[in-house]
């Protein structure tokens, strides 16, 4: 599974780079709004640090206005997606951009539904948001195990990039499923390393090694 940061944030996406933890960064209005930076600004460093996939997200709402935005984000760099919501203008501006080879990031995805809309549309990326149907006591897990059964049935190339993700159960449970791709803060990424029995039994081993005065160097 891929692993996305869902940040703005230089110095985070820098310290997850180094531990090869970067497949790719998304981005959203929020977080854009969250950097205090310039969308265009920040988006092109970003794409100086990663090589893969960069969804920078459009701000319009009509068609016009949406395809000139996603064009103009499109020429900061090779890998951005552009990030559409997904709506009829959405789904215009997603079809108009892969027809151009840009890539597409089809975004607010709460239905199997939509994700059907956005594969025929000819989305690179579907983002059906987890938690925000968590928050609601409906199941976004659940949604990414009927996208994944509805894109396999039909051999669509769109690829499930599971987002709104809150745990790191949330992580291990969308690879269990077979999502192509989980974005994510950094701070959820990080805690999936940790375990009390991992600090237990390091702690352990090195109370041996400081009794038994084992030396390496
Ligand atoms: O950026 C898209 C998605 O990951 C947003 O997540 O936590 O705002 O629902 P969240």
Redesign the pocket.
């Known amino acids: 599974m891929k692993f996305f940061v869902?940040t703005a944030d230089i110095d985070q996406i820098k310290e997850l780079h180094a531990y090869g933890m970067v497949d790719g960064v998304?981005t959203?209005p929020?977080?854009i709004a969250k950097s205090g930076r310039d969308i265009i600004e920040v988006t092109k460093e970003i794409c100086s640090i990663v090589d893969g996939p960069v969804s920078a997200e459009v701000v319009a709402l009509d068609f016009e206005t949406m395809l000139a935005e996603g064009r103009k984000l499109a020429k900061i760099a090779d890998n951005i997606a552009v990030k559409v919501p997904l709506t009829w203008a959405g789904l215009q501006t997603c079809k108009a951009l892969s027809d151009e080879g840009t890539m597409v990031n089809v975004?607010l995805c709460f239905s199997a539904n939509q994700a059907l809309l956005a594969a025929k549309a000819g989305a690179t990326f579907i983002?059906p948001?987890i938690?925000?149907l968590d928050d609601i006591n409906l199941d976004g897990l659940e949604l990414i195990e009927d996208i994944r059964t509805i894109y396999d049935n039909y051999g669509y190339d769109t690829q499930i990039l599971a987002?709104?993700?809150?745990s790191a159960n949330h992580m291990s449970d969308c690879a269990k499923i077979g999502a192509d791709v989980a974005?994510a803060p950094p701070a959820v990424i990080k805690a999936m390393a940790n375990h009390i029995l991992t600090d237990k039994g390091l702690a352990g081993f090195m109370a041996d090694v400081e009794k038994a005065g084992i030396k390496i160097l």
């Open positions: 869902d998304t959203n929020s977080i975004t983002s948001f938690g925000r987002a709104s993700i809150r974005t």
